[in-house]
């Protein structure tokens, strides 16, 4: 493995990989911290049953990379990391989290980490005991609360700057928005479409019980079955659900201008982003537009404050017409346009940071 490691982290430009292992608890875990040009690595903790440590290497690896990302294009501070602890969500225990916690202190401050798929914020109550670097806290331990609200917020800013680029207003009264996906997202998503923007829309998830209850708010909203979202005639499609749903078997059947949601890993492959460039289809890219969330975790790695992550959460608007711009003057899909303005955000903070000063600033 050890070859393995060198050449990947050479390949993707990662800086440092720890493996973590504690024989009583049974952790066992690998941090690695991609880029920390822009500040801290920033990236939370996924558990998954691996088939293999070579599956979670890679994973750990990859999602990393895509934290200095998401973490360099929304503006905030830190830098990509990712732990990935191996083993069955359902055995987890509090010594293996406090174990966790021990070794993120050993990095002081260096990198700081959360929940993630298979891993809850109670889970992290036991890091806490044991760690400073703890993001993404339940309220009554200093954290900002579901992060639902923000990265709805997020989105909603999102789709009026897609609406901007693509018709010249952000308004988005009497566009037509299918929304796939009623969950914590979704809902709020709907509320800032009716209520804020008068927007209408055609909306379906897999549970009935979800609409159902957006019915009970908004009986005018129209519903589909959830494999007909894809074909709605609409000026916006907006993923809220699952990751890939923009593939080799929906793609063809889109009628929309912009697909813009808050849904992670919207493009199965990245040639589906080169797809919807070609069809003149507007992508927000899903890292951008989603970002709300990490942008109040990070809030809380200083003092949570409400006003202040809303105030920059507002920016993905901004940030994503710098985008478009990108992507119009460059001929590239706008997942390329957002990479470009990572790696030109990174270069000119690295050349900056060249000065020598007697001591950095806290
Ligand atoms: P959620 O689990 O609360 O909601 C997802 C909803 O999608 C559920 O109601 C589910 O029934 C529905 N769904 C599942 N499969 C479906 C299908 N095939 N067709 C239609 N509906 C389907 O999740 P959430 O917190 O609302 O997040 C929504 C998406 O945004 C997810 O992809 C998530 O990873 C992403 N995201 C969320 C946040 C956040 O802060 N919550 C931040 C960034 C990204």
Known sequence: MSEQVFREMEQQGHEQVIFNYDKKTGLKAIIAIHDTTLGPALGGCRMMDYES??????????????????????????GGGKTVMIG??????EGMFRALGRFV???RGRYYTGTD??????????????????????????????????????VWQGLKASAK??????????????????????????????????????????????IEELKSKYSQIETCEPDQIYE?????????????????????????????????????????????FEKGILYAPDYVINAGGLIQAADE????????????????YEILLDIFKISEEKRVPTYQAANILVEDRLDTVAEVRKNFLVEEKK
Do not use: W
Request: hydrophobic share 35%; charged share 25%.
């Open 232 to 276: 709605v005639d609409c000026d916006i499609f907006s993923p809220n659900a699952l990751g890939a749903v923009i593939n080799d078997f929906t793609i063809e059947k889109l009628k929309c201008d912009i697909v813009a949601g808050s849904a992670n890993n919207q493009l199965q492959e990245d040639k589906h982003g080169d797809i919807l």
């Open 88 to 93: 069955d969500p359902e055995q987890k225990n």
């Open 53 to 78: 440590d070579d599956d979670a290497l890679t994973d750990v690896l990859r999602l990393s990379k895509g934290m200095t990302y998401k973490c360099g294009v929304s503006g905030v501070d830190y």
């Open 301 to 316: 790695v200083k003092e949570f404050n409400h006003d202040r992550v809303m105030k920059t959460t507002a920016r993905i």
């Open 105 to 107: 202190q050993t990095m």
């Open 165 to 210: 680029a693509k018709y010249g207003t952000d308004s988005l009264s009497g566009k037509k928005v299918a929304v796939q996906g009623l969950g914590k997202v979704g809902q709020l998503l709907v509320k800032h479409l009716i209520e804020d923007e008068g927007a209408e829309v055609v909306a379906t998830d897999i549970s009935k019980d979800a």
């Open 117 to 154: 798929v298979g891993t809850s914020p109670d889970d992290f109550i036991h890091s806490m005991r044991e760690t400073d670097c703890i993001v993404g806290r339940p309220v009554e331990f200093g954290g900002g609360g579901s992060t639902a609200i923000t990265t709805a917020y997020g």
